[in-house]
T-cell receptor, first 116, second 114 residues
């Protein structure tokens, strides 16, 4: 079946603009994660969704970042008033379930965001 | 908090050489440990994992053993190939946080020359 897909693959924006990044997880995967891969910070966790539970937002770097997951499937990561330090590759991952299962996380190809 | 420290590299080896990439971790609970690989132009994919002390994960000729006493999970391969050229990430997940979010090391870029 299809893997995790993300769109767009590349996004160039001007400082101060808002951007939306989309993630389509593998069908049937209830857990969804967003990570960020940047030169200065490496790979870091941003936010986690599991079913209908409240998301774990502990990794979001500022209140300019938000994410939602509609209908337990597609997720959108929104960055408001983008800054140059937001430039990074944003990765989405999904897995069959969350706590206590050690299920493999399957990663999408990422969205490369460049803020000019 | 949790953290992962791994050999930064870059690492360059000749084909058929022995590979070790060191990884140590700090965790508050009893984490699961992983090695992920990112081949050129591709996404992150799981290479191997171990979920408890003394477990050995293995895949594609790579091995890593979960050593609780030394808090380590070193990646090894006896004879590397050009196709192993990639970036390797050591990671842990600690269920004490209520989910299985991954904490990654900085990654090690491996280049194998023929």
């Amino acid at each position: 079946g299809a893997g995790v897909s993300q769109s767009p693959s590349n996004k160039v924006t001007e400082k101060g603009k808002d951007v939306e990044l989309r993630c389509d997880p593998i069908s049937g995967h209830t857990a969804l994660y967003w990570y960020r891969q940047s030169l200065g910070q490496g790979l870091e966790f941003l936010i986690y969704f599991q079913g209908n539970s409240a998301p774990d937002k502990s990794g979001l770097p500022s209140d300019r970042f938000s994410a939602e997951r509609t209908g337990g499937s597609v997720s959108t990561l929104t960055i408001q008033r983008t800054q140059q330090e937001d430039s990074a590759v944003y990765l989405c991952a999904s897995s069959l379930a969350g706590t206590g299962t050690n299920n493999e996380q399957f990663f999408g190809p990422g969205t490369r965001l460049t803020v000019l | 908090g949790n953290s992962v420290t791994q050999m930064e590299g870059p690492v360059t080896l000749s084909e058929e050489a022995f590979l070790t990439i060191n990884c140590t971790y700090t965790a508050t609970g009893y984490p699961s440990l992983f090695w992920y690989v990112q081949y050129p132009g591709e996404g992150l994919q799981l290479l191997l994992k171990a979920t408890k002390a003394d477990d050995k994960g293995s895949n594609k000729g790579f091995e890593a053993t979960y050593r609780k006493e030394t808090t380590s999970f070193h990646l090894e391969k006896g004879s590397v190939q050009v196709s192993d050229s990639a970036v390797y990430f050591c990671a842990l997940s600690d269920q004490n946080f209520g989910n299985e979010k991954l904490t990654f090391g900085t990654g090690t870029r491996l280049t194998i020359i023929p």
